[in-house]
């Protein structure tokens, strides 16, 4: 189960950037780094984190906002 801190440092990784960064109202238009190659980064560090579920989420791929990822993932189980 991910939560918001987990979140965070899974966008870290992915992006390679410090979690200071990372924000509750960051998405992929005002992160410099979350460029499509990015997005790809943080989906797979999601899927890889919950083992495969995450890529049964049909809309987590149009996801462009750290807290629209979050609560996707909410609604889906998949965070708490």
């Known amino acids: ?4 801190i987990k979140l965070i440092d899974i966008f870290s990784k992915a992006l390679n950037i410090p979690e200071d960064r990372i924000k509750e109202d960051v998405n992929n238009e005002n992160l410099e780094e979350w460029d499509s190659l990015g997005h790809l980064a943080i989906l797979t560090a999601i899927d890889n984190e919950t083992k495969g579920k995450a890529s049964k989420i049909e809309t987590l791929s149009e996801c462009t906002s750290f807290s629209n990822l979050f609560e996707t993932l909410k609604k889906n189980k998949l965070a708490k």
């Open 1 to 4: 189960m991910i939560d918001k």
